[in-house]
């Protein structure tokens, strides 16, 4: 059974800074391609950051040059730093494995708020 298992949301002040992590079981967690998503109420998932299997990373427009994506695939997990957090990044942030078949984690809620 495939699980994606986020962790590390919460609450953080504008300008704080969160780590997140996604622990997979159940793939071959070094054949995919890991990626950190978001949500809020009434909008569509958007990308915000993915990294290869070989460690080359992308990130949204909205978050080059504060996030930081991250993976270690001998714990099988994938990590999002986020640093400089803005109230427009306050969302649920999902993690995906993406190979042949793609798998997404339960969410993690993030809230940027004074």
């Known amino acids: 059974q495939v699980q994606l298992v986020e962790s590390g949301g919460g609450l953080v002040q504008p300008g704080g800074s969160l780590r997140l992590s996604c622990a997979g079981s159940?793939?071959?967690?070094?054949?995919?391609?890991m990626g950190w998503y978001r949500q809020t109420p009434g909008k569509q998932r958007e990308l915000v950051a993915r990294?290869?299997?070989?460690?080359?990373?992308s990130y949204g427009d909205s978050v080059k040059g504060r996030f930081t994506i991250s993976r270690d695939n001998r714990k099988n997990t994938v990590y999002l730093e986020m640093n400089n957090l803005k109230f427009e990044d306050t969302a649920v942030y999902y993690c995906?494995?993406?190979?042949?078949?793609?798998?997404w984690g339960q969410g993690t809620q993030v809230t940027v708020s004074s």
């Open positions: 159940g793939i071959i967690f070094s054949i995919y391609v």
């Open positions: 990294i290869t299997q070989g460690g080359s990373a």
């Open positions: 995906n494995a993406a190979s042949r078949a793609g798998y």
